[in-house]
């Protein structure tokens, strides 16, 4: 059974980071996609980034490109979002989902990772002075 944790979240000042991490279990994540998501209240959810399984390969939104860094380490079945330079706007939930879908990681993955991947119960990031 896939199951997702994410944690990490919290309350930062505009300018200030957050690493996020998404503990994987009952599959072997080697295997899976992960994507990054986000929903602030009033709006939808978002595709923030994703991670291939099979190349390595990221892709992220235009909203936090340059910012934000995906990585994963498949020893500790663990995958993390690292927020730098973090913004008001960037104030959401913050979910990941996992697919066991292969390929280069494209905004095209976080749809189909939204559409039919597995999620966790999210994480809350709330950046305010």
């Known amino acids: 059974q896939v199951q997702l944790v994410e944690s990490g979240g919290g309350l930062v000042q505009p300018g200030g980071s957050l690493r996020l991490s998404c503990a994987a279990s009952g599959f072997t994540l080697d295997y899976y996609a992960i994507g990054w998501f986000r929903q602030a209240p009033g709006k939808e959810r978002e595709g923030v980034s994703c991670?291939?399984?099979?190349?390595?390969?990221?892709s992220y939104a235009d909203s936090v490109k340059g910012r934000f860094t995906i990585s994963r380490d498949n020893a500790k079945s663990t995958v993390y979002l690292q927020m730098n330079s973090l913004k008001p706007e960037d104030t959401a939930v913050y979910y990941c989902a996992a697919g066991p879908i292969f390929g280069e990681a494209t905004m095209n993955l976080l749809r189909v990772l939204s559409d039919f991947g597995s999620w966790g119960h999210g994480t809350q990031v709330t950046v305010s002075a």
């Open positions: 991670i291939s399984s099979s190349d390595g390969s990221t």
